[in-house]
């Protein structure tokens, strides 16, 4: 714990301006970033008599290490730097909303040639118009599949939307005329686009000029005596109607508004979102948070509004989802000044907004009903909450006990080893904090240092790579001097893969823990309080034996082995057995599980991208490109390797040298017996790819990973 005296900027160093500021931890890493009018004024404030300080900014100024400022021009240029370092830094003490669940929206992928309605959930694509987000899936299916009776857009994905065209005929939808076949050449692009167009503006608000047109197109084929097609016509009329009627007026005035409401006591707060358009509730959302700094209602609604339009732009009134900023935006309190973030709104909407509190009339009792909604949130969340905190802490403890440690383990680390019968071995590492999963902090490795299946020898490599490369961060900041120089090997460790994880061989890994220039958290620079490895005393005694190695003596190590699920300790003839009713043995478990499917998707897309490897891929100077172009006009390999250089030259983009090349290389490559997929029996095509839906799973494993 620093004392913030030691910190503490000189008198007249600090600036009157406005400006944005950082506190920074001892390990450099950024914990809470605000913004002043004032920087002398509001850091000042954060070096008083400690016990004068709310209790939260108490810890923060504690905790931090030193402090840091940038001087900007205005209010509204602070406003917009302080939520770039928020979102860049992810700091410990700012209050971050999060999505309580991921709200689905319905998408319409406008950036294809023939677009497509389904939903969507997770960041916004470009080129995709959305309307949402939803409370359920559901209801998004539902407006859907009323909507199309009369926008029979297409709903298909990729792979049926290409067989059907290969096979000529249309899927279900498209014999019941819910979709307008584009697969098979019923509509051209130009009117399947113009279609798709139409269910925009109607999911937009803009209704009225669909349904006149509907009822004075039912009205002309009655009085034509067409009394099927008027009948038709009427009942795709109802189906609009009772789309509509999802979607209940709130708002005479037919206005576009965002109402936001906010509940909370002194550890947590909920905020709920109504999107309004055109008068209807088009969107609902909330988020969460913990109240890790001392805040009122005022500055809850700035950093909720913040949250929700940092990242957009334009009308929303104009969009017609959910995105954009709208005309009025509604809060239940006004952060003071208010004209700063008002002008931030302004720039990003492009036109003037409304941020103001409802005082009367139908605006006011729905920002009631809203705000009930965020009451519910935030006492359905405690609920949960409570229970999974109790247990999440009860875990710990438990395990703390059974392995007679001094505290309770708040980091833990797993590790497991994944092979397909000695081929492409690989290691995961994953990490729970403070009993959840921080898949941010995943690791995958390969195994390099020798060929074959050890996984007791692989244990002590992961092991070893993964705290050599702790220690060596440490001795970048100068916590640690070696007794002798590091292997030349050390650098050469996992790295991160696209979905938080690691994968590859790590030539990244060159920086430190912390950058001091951004603050943010490098790889491998915490250490845990537990390691925990798949298998039992062999595997334990490798990884003990490779801190040992290192000097590495405060990281406790266990094993959990699958058969009986005994945790095993170093030097231990007897494991430990933990009540198959323990907490704390569930949270092993489900950490060992989580280990097990990391380490076993990195082997299978490894394996994947072996079988994928044809003829082909040796030829040098190929790319994929000109690959599926000999491929495609050759329809498969056995042909391409009995035509000619000549033919062979006729593919768009491959000259004469490439013909040549391209045939001395199929030549001198024997065509190999047909392959089969062990694991799935699928046959393996003759372009050297598997077959369609052929997964392989490594074998000598069990499906959760585990050597058989």
């Given at each position: 714990?620093?004392?913030?005296?030691?910190?503490?900027?000189?008198?007249?160093?600090?600036?009157?301006?406005?400006?944005?500021?950082?506190?920074?931890?001892?390990?450099?890493?950024?914990?809470?970033?605000?913004?002043?009018?004032?920087?002398?004024?509001?850091?000042?404030?954060?070096?008083?008599?400690?016990?004068?300080?709310?209790?939260?900014?108490?810890?923060?100024?504690?905790?931090?290490?030193?402090?840091?400022?940038?001087?900007?021009?205005?209010?509204?240029?602070?406003?917009?730097?302080?939520?770039?370092?928020?979102?860049?830094?992810?700091?410990?003490?700012?209050?971050?909303?999060?999505?309580?669940?991921?709200?689905?929206?319905?998408?319409?992928?406008?950036?294809?040639?023939?677009?497509?309605?389904?939903?969507?959930?997770?960041?916004?694509?470009?080129?995709?118009?959305?309307?949402?987000?939803?409370?359920?899936?559901?209801?998004?299916?539902?407006?859907?599949?009323?909507?199309?009776?009369?926008?029979?857009?297409?709903?298909?994905?990729?792979?049926?939307?290409?067989?059907?065209?290969?096979?000529?005929?249309?899927?279900?939808?498209?014999?019941?005329?819910?979709?307008?076949?584009?697969?098979?050449?019923?509509?051209?692009?130009?009117?399947?686009?113009?279609?798709?167009?139409?269910?925009?503006?109607?999911?937009?608000?803009?209704?009225?000029?669909?349904?006149?047109?509907?009822?004075?197109?039912?009205?002309?084929?009655?009085?034509?005596?067409?009394?099927?097609?008027?009948?038709?016509?009427?009942?795709?009329?109802?189906?609009?109607?009772?789309?509509?009627?999802?979607?209940?007026?709130?708002?005479?005035?037919?206005?576009?508004?965002?109402?936001?409401?906010?509940?909370?006591?002194?550890?947590?707060?909920?905020?709920?979102?109504?999107?309004?358009?055109?008068?209807?509730?088009?969107?609902?959302?909330?988020?969460?948070?913990?109240?890790?700094?001392?805040?009122?209602?005022?500055?809850?609604?700035?950093?909720?509004?913040?949250?929700?339009?940092?990242?957009?732009?334009?009308?929303?009134?104009?969009?017609?989802?959910?995105?954009?900023?709208?005309?009025?935006?509604?809060?239940?309190?006004?952060?003071?000044?208010?004209?700063?973030?008002?002008?931030?709104?302004?720039?990003?909407?492009?036109?003037?907004?409304?941020?103001?509190?409802?005082?009367?009339?139908?605006?006011?009792?729905?920002?009631?009903?809203?705000?009930?909604?965020?009451?519910?949130?935030?006492?359905?969340?405690?609920?949960?909450?409570?229970?999974?905190?109790?247990?999440?802490?009860?875990?710990?403890?438990?395990?703390?006990?059974?392995?007679?440690?001094?505290?309770?383990?708040?980091?833990?680390?797993?590790?497991?080893?994944?092979?397909?019968?000695?081929?492409?071995?690989?290691?995961?590492?994953?990490?729970?904090?403070?009993?959840?999963?921080?898949?941010?902090?995943y690791r995958r490795f390969q195994i390099k240092s020798f060929a074959g299946q050890d996984d007791v020898r692989s244990m002590h490599e992961v092991i070893s790579r993964r705290f050599r490369r702790y220690l060596q961060e440490r001795q970048k900041t100068g916590e640690w001097e070696p007794e002798q120089?590091?292997?030349?090997?050390?650098?050469?460790?996992?790295?991160?893969?696209?979905?938080?994880?690691?994968?590859?061989?790590?030539?990244?890994?060159?920086?430190?823990?912390?950058?001091?220039?951004?603050?943010?958290?490098?790889?491998?620079?915490?250490?845990?309080?537990?390691?925990?490895?798949?298998?039992?005393?062999?595997?334990?005694?490798?990884?003990?034996?490779?801190?040992?190695?290192?000097?590495?003596?405060?990281?406790?190590?266990?094993?959990?082995?699958?058969?009986?699920?005994?945790?095993?300790?170093?030097?231990?003839?007897?494991?430990?057995?933990?009540?198959?009713?323990?907490?704390?043995?569930?949270?092993?478990?489900?950490?060992?599980?989580?280990?097990?499917?990391?380490?076993?998707?990195?082997?299978?897309?490894?394996?994947?991208?072996?079988?994928?490897?044809?003829?082909?891929?040796?030829?040098?100077?190929?790319?994929?490109?000109?690959?599926?172009?000999?491929?495609?006009?050759?329809?498969?390999?056995?042909?391409?390797?009995?035509?000619?250089?000549?033919?062979?030259?006729?593919?768009?983009?491959?000259?004469?040298?490439?013909?040549?090349?391209?045939?001395?290389?199929?030549?001198?490559?024997?065509?190999?017996?047909?392959?089969?997929?062990?694991?799935?029996?699928?046959?393996?095509?003759?372009?050297?790819?598997?077959?369609?839906?052929?997964?392989?799973?490594?074998?000598?494993?069990?499906?959760?990973?585990?050597?058989?």
């Amino acid at each position: 714990m620093a004392d913030p005296s030691s910190y503490r900027p000189k008198p007249g160093q600090i600036p009157d301006s406005p400006g944005v500021y950082k506190f920074r931890d001892e390990h450099g890493r950024v914990i809470y970033v605000g913004k002043a009018k004032s920087l002398r004024q509001r850091l000042s404030s954060y070096f008083q008599d400690i016990t004068n300080l709310h209790q939260r900014t108490a810890t923060m100024v504690t905790t931090a290490a030193s402090v840091e400022w940038t001087v900007v021009a205005t209010e509204v240029e602070a406003l917009q730097l302080e939520y770039s370092w928020i979102k860049e830094f992810d700091p410990r003490f700012n209050v971050k909303y999060r999505d309580d669940k991921s709200y689905p929206s319905l998408a319409v992928t406008m950036n294809e040639e023939f677009p497509r309605v389904q939903v969507m959930r997770g960041p916004k694509r470009k080129g995709v118009r959305y309307f949402g987000p939803y409370a359920h899936a559901w209801a998004i299916r539902e407006t859907v599949d009323l909507l199309l009776r009369v926008f029979p857009v297409r709903t298909c994905s990729a792979g049926v939307f290409k067989r059907s065209a290969q096979i000529g005929r249309p899927c279900l939808l498209g014999y019941i005329d819910k979709c307008s076949a584009p697969c098979v050449g019923r509509i051209s692009p130009a009117d399947h686009r113009e279609l798709a167009e139409e269910f925009c503006d109607f999911m937009a608000g803009h209704t009225g000029t669909y349904t006149r047109r509907l009822e004075q197109r039912m009205k002309d084929a009655a009085a034509a005596m067409e009394y099927e097609q008027a009948a038709r016509l009427r009942d795709d009329l109802e189906a609009l109607r009772r789309a509509m009627e999802k979607n209940a007026v709130v708002l005479a005035d037919a206005t576009d508004a965002d109402l936001i409401a906010v509940a909370e006591d002194d550890l947590e707060a909920a905020v709920q979102i109504f999107h309004v358009r055109g008068g209807r509730v088009r969107g609902q959302r909330g988020w969460v948070t913990d109240k890790v700094e001392a805040v009122d209602t005022a500055d809850l609604v700035e950093h909720a509004l913040q949250q929700l339009y940092g990242d957009e732009s334009g009308d929303a009134g104009q969009s017609g989802g959910s995105g954009g900023v709208p005309k009025e935006v509604l809060v239940p309190a006004l952060p003071s000044p208010v004209e700063p973030l008002a002008q931030w709104l302004a720039d990003r909407r492009g036109s003037h907004v409304s941020l103001r509190i409802p005082q009367r009339g139908d605006k006011k009792d729905l920002m009631a009903t809203v705000q009930r909604n965020a009451q519910q949130a935030l006492a359905l969340h405690k609920t949960r909450r409570a229970s999974d905190l109790t247990t999440r802490s009860r875990a710990l403890e438990e395990i703390a006990a059974a392995l007679d440690l001094d505290t309770a383990p708040l980091r833990i680390e797993c590790y497991d080893i994944s092979h397909l019968q000695g081929d492409d071995v690989v290691a995961s590492m994953v990490v729970f904090e403070d009993g959840l999963a921080r898949k941010s902090e995943y690791r995958r490795f390969q195994i390099k240092s020798f060929a074959g299946q050890d996984d007791v020898r692989s244990m002590h490599e992961v092991i070893s790579r993964r705290f050599r490369r702790y220690l060596q961060e440490r001795q970048k900041t100068g916590e640690w001097e070696p007794e002798q120089p590091q292997d030349a090997d050390a650098a050469a460790d996992g790295e991160p893969a696209a979905d938080g994880g690691h994968t590859g061989s790590g030539a990244e890994q060159a920086a430190g823990p912390i950058d001091p220039d951004t603050g943010r958290p490098r790889k491998f620079a915490y250490p845990p309080q537990l390691v925990v490895v798949d298998g039992g005393r062999p595997q334990v005694a490798a990884a003990r034996r490779a801190l040992d190695e290192l000097g590495i003596a405060d990281v406790f190590v266990c094993g959990l082995a699958k058969r009986l699920e005994e945790v095993w300790v170093p030097d231990d003839e007897d494991p430990v057995i933990l009540p198959r009713s323990s907490e704390g043995l569930y949270l092993l478990q489900r950490v060992r599980d989580e280990a097990h499917r990391f380490a076993i998707a990195y082997q299978r897309s490894k394996r994947t991208k072996t079988l994928k490897a044809g003829a082909l891929d040796q030829v040098p100077g190929l790319g994929e490109t000109r690959k599926q172009a000999l491929l495609k006009h050759f329809g498969s390999l056995k042909r391409l390797r009995a035509a000619t250089v000549e033919e062979i030259c006729q593919v768009p983009g491959i000259g004469r040298r490439t013909a040549e090349t391209v045939a001395g290389a199929l030549a001198s490559a024997a065509p190999a017996a047909p392959a089969v997929n062990t694991a799935t029996g699928e046959i393996i095509e003759d372009d050297g790819r598997p077959a369609a839906g052929a997964e392989p799973v490594p074998s000598g494993r069990d499906p959760r990973g585990k050597s058989t």
